[in-house]
């Protein structure tokens, strides 16, 4: 059973950075693809970025300010997250797919954290 932990949400003005973190659980670490996913109040769950066999893919709304990567010796993805923007507020949610490509669609990731907060003031 894999389980996912995301980490380093927080409070941060128009224009800034942040980077989030993301621990999965089992020793295949870097058979899996992971996921990137946001929900904003009031709004459904969101791409945002996904590494795998499938390559790196990013949502247009956050190509070229985000950069997603990986570290497979520490069992780690990290989403950095430059020139934020008020819309980007929302809570971000990392995601484990076992079939290793990294997809667009919640539907296929088995297992998912229990989300970190972003709110990016004006």
């Known amino acids: 059973q894999v389980q996912v932990r995301e980490s380093g949400g927080g409070l941060v003005k128009a224009g800034g950075s942040l980077t989030l973190s993301c621990t999965a659980s089992g020793p295949t670490f870097s058979s899996l693809g992971m996921g990137w996913f946001r929900q904003a109040s009031g709004k459904e769950r969101e791409f945002v970025a996904s590494?795998?066999?499938?390559?790196?893919n990013y949502a247009n709304s956050v190509k070229g300010r985000f950069t997603l990567s990986r570290d497979n010796d520490q069992n780690m993805v990290y989403l950095l997250m430059d020139s934020l923007k008020p819309e980007d507020t929302a809570l971000y949610y990392c995601?484990?797919?076992?079939?290793?490509?990294?997809?667009?669609?919640?539907?296929?990731?088995?297992?998912w954290g229990q989300g970190t907060q972003v709110t990016v003031s004006s």
């Open positions: 995601a484990a797919d076992r079939s290793g490509g990294g997809w667009y669609a919640p539907s296929r990731y088995d297992a």
């Open positions: 590494i795998g066999w499938r390559g790196t």
